[in-house]
């Protein structure tokens, strides 16, 4: 009896045992899948009962597109019995594959390996290969490649990476590309791949394309008038989807990711687009960009939102005030633009940037704006020639370039203390007849207030501020204090001031710039003291300009011939001729029409052309 009950004992010890132990003893081993095949870069086997999952175990190069680096192996997990290794194999490779079918652990255990060869497509010959100023990754050009079928691109040369495909691989004409393709029917992009550059791909007949993880910019025209094109593949990094990119072709849907920022001028126009999901990381949204697509022309005329973005007034207007629902937080660009019938627009809270080209060419009298916005982008409301009142924003930190160029019936507007930038030709050719420039203004650009001719009056704060070339030039302004805070007076800053009678410049101003100065009512002009540079023809059409006073601080003058100026000009210089000669050549000086008077306290026993001082006034001996 104990014997038996040592044997049972003995028994149910090593069944615990077994039972504690590898439990894949226990599993059944799955069957090896079959048939592994590959097409192009998609694999593919049969399906194995009871699988939980396949893997593949893949030698080979492998780019990585975010560092430019290459590994010799991959294994990939997959519970489908097809992988998709597009975005993973290079062109010109060989891959090895070593699958299996994967158990649960448990009932089922792995299967033994298989394995298969994948040889990839060979490379198009004949592209052209430009290194980046970078020093480290190539532009890739057609070259003297035939450019038809199948386009296949590196994804490196030299050992690194292709990151922006250049050059016309499709028609180099976009009037033409609207009637006639070429025959590139499809791509493969290089998986490095940054920047598509301008019309690259125009008036192909590809009909889908997959765009690498790391493209950032669809350039201008990329596909444009590609009209197979209907299915387009986004990467979850790319930001900027250029002018026209996508314009006249078969493209019904898109799904763009959540990186995209800008999306441009009639980037998706003229196309059978029917619905679309905009994500909310745009930050530059153009009016045009769905033109003329099902999805626009199924909207109802009046405004036309998408999401928190308004994008365009639809439909005729007949001095219609037109209120931007409240929630609205962005304008696209041009959403306004040329819009006639416009007659006041009132902008909810939320919104702070009016963006380029915003009402540009438009009817538009009035615009209230809140107090969110902090930007007026360029040529926002170029030639809105009806404007007569705006009310801005309190939080307005810049007008960018043109903002409010040609806007002829503008005849004064508040700038809001908080202004620090009024870029390139902000209020150029505007009807401005007086400004107040903000104290904490720290530029005022190239030709900002240029052909305001009615603008007379001009106050700007005693403090440092850049002042660029031709900033108040063709003004009607009358007088002017330049502070030496101001710095050197730029090229052409007072230049065809027909109406400037006095200009007091203060001593520490070191240059005048070319063209710098002409008026038609200057007659006298004091040099300031500690002086060094400045040429003649800053008198430039200074017509009654008849005395000028030259410190002894400059040390050169520039001369330059003296179109349109007073008949003569009598230049006071403060040293003697000796001093004068070291700064400019005698033979420079047309003594038709100019004399120099060189300064002396006492009277001079010789002949020549002298001067001092009477009660502060020059007088010659």
């Known amino acids: 009896m104990k014997k038996f009950l040592g044997i049972l004992l003995l028994l149910f010890s090593f069944a615990f045992t077994l039972g504690c132990g590898d439990n894949d003893i226990f599993g059944e081993v799955l069957t090896s899948p079959e048939n592994l095949t590959t097409k192009g870069y998609i694999v593919s086997w049969n399906g194995v009962e009871n699988a939980k999952a396949y893997s593949l175990n893949v030698h080979g190069n492998f780019f990585d597109a975010k560092t430019g680096e290459t590994e010799l192996e991959k294994t990939f997990i997959t519970e489908n019995n097809t992988y998709d290794f597009s975005s993973l194999f290079s062109p010109d490779e060989v891959y090895d594959i070593y699958l299996k079918a994967v158990g649960d652990g448990e009932k089922y255990i792995d299967s033994a390996e298989v394995h298969a060869s994948c040889e990839t497509e060979s490379l198009t010959e004949g592209l052209e290969y430009i290194l980046n100023s970078d020093g480290q990754s190539y532009t890739v050009k057609n070259g003297t490649a035939k450019i038809e079928a199948r386009i296949v691109f590196p994804d490196t040369y030299n050992n690194k990476p292709v990151t922006k495909v250049s050059g016309f691989f499709g028609i180099d004409d976009m009037y033409i590309a609207l009637v006639k393709s070429c025959k590139v029917t499809s791509i493969r992009l290089p998986l490095g791949l940054v920047d598509l550059d301008f019309g690259t791909f125009m008036g192909t007949e590809i009909e889908e394309v997959q765009l690498p993880s790391q493209l950032k910019t669809i350039g201008a025209h990329a596909f444009l008038c590609s009209r197979k094109l209907s299915n387009v593949v986004f990467n979850d990094n790319l930001e900027t989807i250029g002018i026209e990119s996508f314009a006249f072709t078969a493209i019904k849907h898109i ?57 365009r007034y639809k439909g005729d207007l007949d ?30 809270s939320g919104i702070t ?17 809140p107090d969110t916005v902090t930007y007026i982008g360029k040529y926002a409301f170029y030639s809105c020639k009806s404007l007569k ?51 904490t203004i720290k530029l005022i650009g190239k030709n900002a207030f240029w052909m ?20 108040f030039s063709d003004t009607g302004i009358k007088s002017f204090v330049w502070k030496a805070k101001y710095g050197d007076i730029p090229v052409s800053c007072f230049s065809e001031c027909s109406q400037l009678v006095n200009l007091f410049i203060e001593s520490g101003v070191q240059v005048l710039g070319i063209g710098s100065l002409s008026s038609n009512n200057l007659s006298e002009l004091i040099l300031p003291q500690g002086l060094k540079k400045f040429g003649l023809d800053i008198f430039f059409n200074s017509k009654k300009l008849t005395k000028v006073i030259i410190p002894h601080s400059v040390e050169e003058i520039v001369f330059r011939k003296l179109i349109g100026s007073a008949d003569h000009i009598d230049l006071y210089y403060e040293g003697s001729e000796n001093d004068f000669s070291k700064i400019v050549g005698h033979d420079l000086i047309d003594t038709k029409v100019i004399t120099v008077h060189y300064y002396t306290e006492t ?19």
């Open 319 to 348: 001095g219609t005030v037109v209120i931007v629902r409240d929630g609205t937080t962005k304008l696209s660009t041009s959403a306004f633009a040329g819009v006639k019938g416009l007659n006041r627009v009132v902008l909810p």
């Open 389 to 439: 009142k705006v009310k801005l924003s309190a939080n307005l930190k810049e007008i960018d370039a043109q903002g409010f160029s040609y806007c002829e019936g503008l005849k004064s507007i508040d700038l809001p203390n908080g202004l620090e930038y009024l870029r390139a030709g902000a209020f150029s050719c505007s009807g401005l007849e007086s400004i107040t420039i903000p104290e």
């Open 353 to 369: 940037d009016i963006p380029t080209e915003c009402f540009r060419n438009s009817d538009v009298q009035e615009v209230i704006m």
């Open 452 to 471: 305001c001719r009615s603008l007379t009056s001009i106050t700007i704060p005693d403090k440092e501020i850049v002042i660029k070339e031709g900033a």
């Open 255 to 311: 799904d763009l990711p959540n990186s995209v920022k800008h999306i441009l001028r009639y980037a998706f126009s003229d196309t059978p687009l029917e619905n679309f999901v905009l994500p909310k990381s745009i930050e530059i949204l153009s009016s045009g960009a769905f033109n003329n697509t099902i999805w626009y022309n199924n909207k109802p005329n009046g405004p036309v939102y998408i999401n928190d973005i308004f994008l």
């Open 603 to 621: 009277k001079p026993d010789a002949e020549g052309n002298y001067w001092h001082y009477t009660d502060g006034k020059p007088t010659v001996w």
